[in-house]
């Protein structure tokens, strides 16, 4: 059975999953972090794997696009819309294939709108409250995405960003999503309304070789990827508003 030739950057608690599955379904012809000098393999391989810190994505991830390399890149692609936007547009430019972790959307559901809607994600963990925005809203917000702009989002009001992150989006017909996301619950939970997204399934193997085989939409990953992107900006700005 064919397997791609694969290089993963990033060794870290994520990298080391990622690390796993890669050994399972592909030739992973190397691990590197963000630091190393991985140039003179990149000739061997057909897709790279991005799991560095979240701050790092950017630079690596235009690089390997300059290198003419197909990129998988955890969330987010980078910290803002800006940048996102560019490396989608330098991927097309280049003729290579990016795409960024969308797992939520391999879930099989019907999950069905209501005019108020709760969004619960909880675990046990140290952060600050206001990176749960990539930790956690961003995988909520691309699975959303298309709920968003169809009813177009009217209002985005914080609730508490001290000890957890709550906050609510109104959309102009009056539905509203409640988020409500804590690292102080003993257990895992993640709930949109009444539908439990904790799962054993593998779904982190059934992506990866659905992206490595181009059996994905590549064009609504970008869609949704980066209306993440856009809408943690405009929640950010109101955060720094408040501090």
Known sequence: MFKPKVGLIGIGKWGKILRDKLKKNTNLIFEANSKSNFKKKLNKIDWVFVATPDKTHFQIVKNLINFKKNV????????????????????????????????????????????????????????????????????????????????????????????????????????????????????????????????????????IKKVLNEKVNFKKNKEISLFSNKIIDKIQKKLIRLS
């Open 72 to 207: 998988f890149c955890e969330k987010p692609l980078s910290l803002n819309y800006k940048k996102s936007k560019l490396l989608f547009d330098l991927a097309e430019k280049k003729q290579v294939k990016l795409y960024v972790d969308d797992i939520q959307t391999f879930y099989n559901n019907n999950l069905k709108i209501k005019k108020e809607n709760f969004i619960t994600r909880k675990k046990m963990g140290k952060d600050n409250p206001k990176n749960l925005l990539y930790r956690f809203a961003y995988h909520d917000f691309y699975y959303l995405a298309y709920e968003f702009k169809k009813r177009k989002i009217k209002s985005i009001k914080i609730i508490d960003a001290l000890n957890d992150l709550k906050f609510h989006i109104r959309c102009f017909d009056n539905t509203v999503f409640k988020f409500d996301y804590s690292l102080n619950s003993s257990k895992k939970i993640h709930k949109i309304n009444n539908h439990n997204f904790v799962t054993k399934k593998d779904l982190l193997t059934m992506m």
